[in-house]
């Protein structure tokens, strides 16, 4: 279906926004937009529209490439916030406040999206989409397990094999951390559903899994390294897991 070049209108207000670059559990999620018309005056007295969106996305932090920051033992199902509507006051802006309970079974970080609407007196209206993070936990650990150099690459479970361990903030800056470790074993008729990304991507079948050990230990400074080492000679697979007992937040490798 062909569109009429002259049904597409540009915006003839610009929207700017007053919040931060990650929401954090324990503030408001309070966004403020900020309306001008291009020739510079405030878009004052006009309704204003504001549609939010969260879904799941890679938990990631600059320092700590190759981290995984994520549990794909949990998953967050995507959820529509409501729309609601405002009025630009004599500068333009205009405050909303969506309610959303940080929830306990995020993977990691997810992803706010944005969609704001500014009409005029005679119904067109200016839009915009942005995106912001929402950080559900207070802090963060992550796992870097080096790939072994037996079938398929896999660990050798007659050794010691070297865990890099991650603790951070939200804003990712280096923490110390006491941190639980957990090893469990996977059985075969574990399977696993998603769209092929890493942060989608989910091992189901909880009743599947066999508990081999729980351990306390100490990162220093942001990263530390774990010994990682099996009772006895073994196959399979194994899920590890680091659950840091105060924020909540935990991450997982298969």
Same mark, same amino acid.
């Given at each position: 279906?062909?569109?009429?070049?002259?049904?597409?209108?540009?915006?003839?207000?610009?929207?700017?926004?007053?919040? =931060?670059?990650?929401?954090?559990?324990? %503030?408001? $999620?309070? =966004?403020?937009?900020?309306?001008?018309?291009?020739?510079?005056?405030?878009?004052?007295?006009?309704?204003?529209?504001?549609?939010?969106?969260?879904?799941?996305?890679?938990?990631?932090?600059?320092?700590?490439?190759?981290?995984?920051?994520?549990?794909?033992?949990?998953?967050?199902?995507?959820?529509?916030?409501? /729309? /609601?509507?405002?009025?630009?006051?004599?500068?333009? &802006?205009?405050? #909303?406040?969506?309610?959303? @309970?940080?929830?306990?079974? %995020? =993977?990691?970080?997810?992803?706010? &999206?944005?969609?704001?609407? *500014?009409?005029?007196?005679?119904?067109?209206?200016?839009?915009?989409?942005?995106?912001?993070?929402?950080?559900?936990?207070?802090?963060?650990?992550?796992?870097? $397990?080096? &790939? +072994?150099?037996?079938?398929?690459?896999?660990?050798?479970?007659?050794?010691?094999?070297? *865990?890099?361990?991650?603790?951070? @903030?939200?804003?990712?800056? =280096?923490?110390?951390?006491?941190?639980?470790?957990? $090893?469990?074993? $996977?059985?075969?008729?574990?399977?696993?559903?998603?769209?092929?990304?890493?942060?989608?991507? /989910?091992?189901?079948?909880?009743?599947? /899994?066999?508990?081999?050990?729980?351990?306390?230990?100490?990162?220093?400074?942001?990263? !530390? *390294?774990?010994?990682?080492?099996?009772?006895?000679?073994?196959? +399979?697979? #194994?899920?590890?897991?680091?659950?840091?007992?105060?924020?909540?937040? !935990?991450?997982?490798?298969?």
């Amino acid at each position: 279906k062909s569109l009429k070049i002259e049904t597409i209108k540009p915006n003839r207000i610009r929207v700017d926004y007053d919040m =931060p670059e990650v929401f954090s559990s324990g %503030a408001k $999620l309070s =966004p403020v937009l900020k309306g001008n018309w291009l020739y510079g005056s405030p878009a004052a007295n006009l309704k204003a529209r504001m549609e939010l969106s969260v879904e799941n996305m890679k938990t990631e932090f600059p320092k700590f490439e190759g981290y995984q920051f994520d549990d794909r033992t949990k998953r967050f199902w995507d959820k529509d916030l409501e /729309q /609601q509507d405002q009025t630009t006051n004599s500068e333009g &802006r205009a405050t #909303f406040n969506f309610k959303f @309970d940080a929830p306990s079974d %995020a =993977p990691g970080m997810l992803k706010v &999206r944005i969609r704001t609407k *500014v009409f005029e007196q005679g119904g067109d209206f200016s839009q915009d989409f942005i995106s912001r993070k929402y950080s559900p936990y207070s802090s963060y650990v992550g796992i870097k $397990l080096d &790939r +072994g150099k037996n079938w398929i690459t896999a660990v050798n479970t007659e050794e010691s094999n070297a *865990v890099s361990l991650a603790a951070v @903030d939200a804003s990712g800056k =280096p923490l110390s951390k006491e941190v639980t470790v957990e $090893l469990y074993k $996977l059985s075969w008729n574990w399977w696993w559903e998603g769209d092929g990304n890493d942060d989608v991507t /989910q091992y189901i079948n909880a009743s599947s /899994q066999s508990f081999v050990w729980s351990k306390k230990f100490n990162i220093s400074n942001g990263k !530390s *390294v774990f010994d990682l080492k099996f009772d006895k000679p073994t196959w +399979g697979r #194994f899920l590890l897991k680091v659950t840091d007992p105060k924020s909540g937040h !935990s991450s997982s490798q298969i």
